[in-house]
């Protein structure tokens, strides 16, 4: 089976947001190499980390197979290498 055709390769700089809190789930990462931090914005307006992801780590198939919206906004914490998977 070829699953490559569908395969996204991206280079996040650190600091850059890879999709926003509130925003459609259209795709799933996997961290070829760096680091990601989740935040979530209360409705007190607090931010608070809900994850981190380093290599090997997927992030976001609960709420593309659940057709959810992103609970949190997600950025770089270090240059980091992701391959996306699109819906």
Do not use: C
């Not at 947001?17 to 914005?41: C, H, K, M, P, W």
């Amino acid at each position: 089976m070829h699953i490559d055709f569908a395969l996204e390769w991206v280079q996040v700089s650190a600091g850059q947001t890879i999709f926003n809190q509130g925003e459609e789930s259209d795709a799933i990462y996997i961290v070829l190499n760096g680091r990601l931090r989740a935040i979530q914005e209360g409705s007190d307006g607090k931010m608070k980390a809900i994850g981190e992801f380093g290599q090997g780590d997927s992030v976001g198939e609960l709420e593309v197979l659940t057709e959810s919206v992103r609970p949190g906004t997600l950025h770089a914490i270090r240059d980091t290498e992701l391959a996306k998977f699109p819906k």
